[in-house]
Every structure is written in structure tokens, then in C-alpha cells.
């Protein structure tokens, strides 16, 4: 059974920084990535960023320069270093554990966590 497990969450004003971290525990198997993604009220859950296992990284234009992902392949933890926060980024924060699909073509989620929420005040 894998689990998934976030933390870092929490409260902070606008421009300021928070770090999340994600733990992926289990056999995983044709893991390709690790990722986050995200839901504020009332909205559609939308992707963030993903990582790689050989390290390629991916962002969504909203966090591009602000955002940076991060892994430790040995311990299947994933990091999401957050800076110059906007009140705009306050969601739900979820992290993905990525697995390839049959085909072997497509890198996508296959588990995903509770969820850690981020506020950011003005």
C-alpha cells in the first residue's frame, strides 16, 4: 500500500516563503515523477509543478520564478520551495506520486495525498 504524506503547510503573509514536503512510502511500481497540485475554494484542482526521476522539471506559468521543486529519489520525498507568495496561491496544496501508463508514453498521477493547506494573506 502506498502512502503519501504532505507537510509544510500553513499561514503566511503575502511575499513572503514556505517550504512543502512530500513523503511517498510503499512499493511503487513504474514510478516516473513526483508532482503537486493544487485547489483553492471553489475552483478545479490545477497542476503546479512535477519532477522527474532523472530530474526534469515542470511548472505552471503562474508559479514559474517563484516556485522551485525538488526530490530526494533515495527517500521518494518530493519539495516545493515557495517564495514571494501571492494571495492567489492559497489552495490545498497535493502531492502526486507519478506513475507511466500502460502504454509507457504518458507520466501521470497514480497516488496522491491528503493535502496541506496554504494560506496567504494580504
Known amino acids: 500500500q502506498v502512502q503519501v504524506v504532505e507537510s509544510g503547510g500553513g499561514s503566511v503573509q503575502a511575499g513572503g516563503s514556505l517550504k512543502l514536503s512530500c513523503a511517498a512510502s510503499?512499493?511503487?511500481?513504474?514510478?516516473?515523477?513526483m508532482g503537486w497540485y493544487r485547489q483553492a475554494p471553489g475552483k478545479d484542482r490545477d497542476f503546479v509543478s512535477s519532477?522527474?526521476?532523472?530530474?526534469?522539471?515542470t511548472y505552471a506559468d503562474s508559479v514559474k520564478g517563484r516556485f522551485t521543486i525538488s526530490q530526494d529519489n533515495a527517500k521518494n520525498t518530493v519539495y516545493l520551495q515557495m517564495n514571494s507568495l501571492e494571495t492567489d496561491d492559497t489552495a490545498v496544496y497535493y502531492c502526486?506520486?507519478?506513475?507511466?501508463?500502460?502504454?509507457?508514453?504518458?507520466?501521470?498521477?497514480?497516488?496522491w495525498g491528503q493535502g496541506t493547506q496554504v494560506t496567504v494573506s494580504s
Open positions: 502526486t506520486v507519478d506513475s507511466w501508463g500502460i502504454d509507457g508514453t504518458y507520466c501521470l498521477p497514480n497516488y
Open positions: 519532477i522527474s526521476n532523472d530530474g526534469s522539471t
Open positions: 510503499g512499493v511503487i511500481y513504474s514510478k516516473c515523477g
